[in-house]
């Protein structure tokens, strides 16, 4: 753990602003999801510090563990993003030490429902679904409140659609296969890890998935590339 300790920058540093608009987090945000309004470990830039900004990155950690394998190279990837983007002793251990399991999905899951309901306005309900598709209007009035199948739609409905959500599957995903080595049974069991678990606590349909695995597929082929294109030695076969 000490040579981690070493690499932790101090809390302050993420607010400096080095005479560009971006602050660090924000530069990370941008590196990382390709827009600096995406929540980075579950929260977004202008809520980064607090109790509630950790509480929520620590449950953010402890399910990206189960959700990316528990692997020690997928622990590696999220121990070096926690660093970088939102450094605390607290993350770095359960990056790098904590026993993950269904539970700390299940309590994200649920952490993510009651920040939802908390940031509802006075608006209706169904104008405050993030995100509704054109042509699918979504109406809570449909379901039945008393029903838990209905409700557990409703749920499922409201956590697809999260930026959150979409951030910590691209997470999983990206953990996942880091220096995977092209290995084609890695990135199977990530598939069917990720998409498993995500269809049944997180609401993931196809539409979602799909999208997102792509994308960290299409990553990690350039990321052989560059090697390559770079000249690296050691490392074209990630």
């Not at 830039?45 to 997928?74: I, M, N, P, W």
């Not at 993950?100 to 940031?119: C, T």
């Not at 880091?178 to 598939?191: M, P, Q, R, W």
Request: contains cysteine; charged residues 20%; neutral net charge.
């Amino acid at each position: 753990m000490k040579k981690w300790q070493t690499f932790l920058p101090p809390r302050s540093l993420t607010a400096i602003r080095c005479g560009s608009s971006y602050t660090i987090t924000g530069w990370v945000t941008q590196r990382l999801y390709g827009s600096d309004t995406a929540p980075v470990m579950g929260v977004l830039e202008e809520s980064t510090v607090g109790d509630e900004a950790l509480h929520t990155r620590q449950l953010y950690c402890k399910a990206l563990v189960h959700f990316a394998g528990g692997s020690r190279l997928s622990r590696d990837w999220i121990a070096g993003s926690t660093a970088l983007a939102c450094p605390d002793q607290s993350l770095t251990v359960i990056a790098l030490q904590y026993n993950s399991s269904v539970a700390d999905v299940v309590n994200f899951r649920k952490h993510l429902l009651n920040s939802f309901l908390n940031e509802k306005t006075t608006t209706d309900e169904e104008e405050s679904c993030p995100n509704r598709a054109e042509g699918t209007p979504f109406s809570i009035d449909q379901y039945d409140a008393k029903n838990p199948q209905h409700v557990r739609e409703v749920e499922n409905h409201v956590l697809r659609q999260l930026p959150t959500t979409r951030c910590f599957l691209y997470d999983a995903m990206t953990a996942s296969l880091f220096h995977c080595h092209g290995d084609l049974e890695i990135i199977n069991s990530a598939y069917r890890r990720i998409s498993s678990l995500g269809g049944e606590y997180l609401g993931v349909e196809k539409d979602v998935f799909f999208p997102l695995w792509r994308i960290a597929l299409a990553e990690l082929i350039v990321r052989k590339d560059k090697v390559r294109a770079l000249g690296q030695q050691g490392g074209s076969e990630m």
